[in-house]
Nanobody, 124 residues
Framework: QVQLVESGGGSVQAGGSLRLSCTASGRTVSGYAMGWFRQGIGKEREFVAAISWSGGSSYVDDSVKGRFTISRGSSKDTVYLKMNSLKPEDTAVYYC?????????????????WGKGTLVSVSS
């Protein structure tokens, strides 16, 4: 079993920045793509970004493109989401997830493993 633990969430004013981290432990995630989803209150969980095992390929949803960047640490067990120019509509619980095959874009039902989430709150 793979455990994914997110960190880095918090409260920030509009225009600010945060960097989320997700670290995998337990069974190896070798070869797995990892990504981020988010879910606002009363909304469905939506895809944000994903990155391949090597880190050489990534995909960022149009809704955050140009503001959010996904990257992977050298150990490959950690993935980051750097969020700049945050907006109130970015307020959500952000979840880390992993999938055994790189596809680029994923739906929530695609993912093999999930973290418990970290809350990001952006005030105007």
């Amino acid at each position: 079993q793979v455990q994914l633990v997110e960190s880095g969430g918090g409260s920030v004013q509009a225009g600010g920045s945060l960097r989320l981290s997700c670290t995998a432990s337990g069974r190896t995630v070798s070869g797995y793509a990892m990504g981020w989803f988010r879910q606002g209150i009363g909304k469905e969980r939506e895809f944000v970004a994903a990155i391949s095992w090597s880190g050489g390929s990534s995909y960022v949803d149009d809704s955050v493109k140009g503001r959010f960047t996904i990257s992977r640490g050298s150990s490959k067990d950690t993935v980051y989401l750097k969020m700049n120019s945050l907006k109130p509509e970015d307020t959500a619980v952000y979840y880390c997830a992993a999938h055994r095959i790189w596809r680029g874009r994923y739906g929530p039902d695609d993912m093999d493993y999930w973290g418990k989430g970290t809350l990001v709150s952006v005030s105007s």
